[in-house]
């Protein structure tokens, strides 16, 4: 059984950093591109940031592009998003996902198996 497992998520102010991780179990962690997408309150889900099978390279979105770091560790089948210098604009539910295939896609209906999810606020 596929398990994803967000964390990190909270509430912070403005402008401060903040890390989510993604923890993978019942798949072979390296041969799935993984991804952060984002969904606020009355909108669709969104793909913020997603990163290769071996983490030679990363896609992300205008909106965060600068701010925020994807990043992998295929020893320990964990996905990390560093989120610096964060706005109001940047709250939201993260969904971490594995991808179908090695590399990435920004395309929701391309990742096979989702996380539950961790809400992000920023207050401004």
């Known amino acids: 059984q596929v398990r994803l497992v967000e964390s990190g998520g909270g509430l912070v102010q403005a402008g401060d950093s903040l890390s989510l991780y993604c923890a993978a179990s019942?798949?072979?962690?390296?041969?799935?591109?993984m991804a952060w997408f984002r969904q606020a309150p009355g909108k669709e889900r969104e793909i913020v940031a997603a990163?290769?099978?071996?983490?030679?390279?990363?896609y992300y979105a205008n909106s965060v592009k600068d701010r925020f770091t994807i990043s992998r560790d295929n020893a320990k089948n964990t996905v990390s998003l560093q989120m610096n210098s964060l706005k109001a604009d940047d709250t939201a539910v993260y969904y971490c996902?594995?991808?179908?295939?090695?590399?990435?896609?920004?395309?929701?209906?391309?990742?096979?198996?989702w996380g539950q999810g961790t809400q992000v606020t920023v207050s401004s």
């Open positions: 990163i290769t099978w071996g983490g030679g390279a990363a």
């Open positions: 996902a594995a991808g179908r295939g090695r590399y990435y896609s920004t395309f929701v209906t391309n990742y096979d198996y």
């Open positions: 019942g798949l072979t962690f390296s041969n799935y591109a």
